[in-house]
């Protein structure tokens, strides 16, 4: 089993920085890649980032291209979204998430992946 506990949400303003910080326990040896996902009420869990545990190869959602990056720490067995120039409509509760299985590519869908975090919400004000 692995847990995930991410931290770092808040409130900011627009055009404003966050970071969000993901730190995963236990079986961290099985993990093969992790994402951040995003939600808003009536809406799906869709991938914003993610990146593959021991390689570079990454992904991001159009909508966050060049305002987020996503980094992992394997030695603190973290994973952090640096989010920038944010807008109302990354308004949403974030979930972190780990695969554990090995594939092609980096995972988007959430059905991939096996563990998640509890969510951390971001609130971008106008």
């Known amino acids: 089993q692995v847990q995930l506990v991410e931290s770092g949400g808040g409130l900011v303003q627009v055009e404003g920085s966050l970071t969000l910080s993901c730190a995963a326990s236990?079986?961290?040896?099985?993990?093969?890649?992790m994402g951040w996902f995003r939600q808003t009420p009536g809406k799906a869990r869709e991938c914003v980032s993610a990146?593959?545990?021991?390689?570079?190869?990454?992904y991001y959602a159009d909508s966050v291209k060049g305002r987020f990056t996503i980094s992992r720490d394997n030695d603190k067995n973290t994973v952090h979204l640096q989010m920038n120039n944010l807008k109302p409509e990354d308004t949403a509760v974030y979930y972190c998430?780990?695969?554990?299985?090995?594939?092609?590519?980096?995972?988007?869908?959430?059905?991939?992946?096996?563990?998640w975090g509890q969510g951390t919400q971001v609130t971008v004000s106008s």
């Open positions: 998430a780990a695969d554990r299985d090995i594939r092609l590519g980096v995972p988007t869908s959430r059905y991939a992946y096996d563990y």
């Open positions: 236990g079986r961290t040896s099985s993990i093969a890649a």
């Open positions: 990146i593959r545990w021991t390689e570079d190869s990454t």
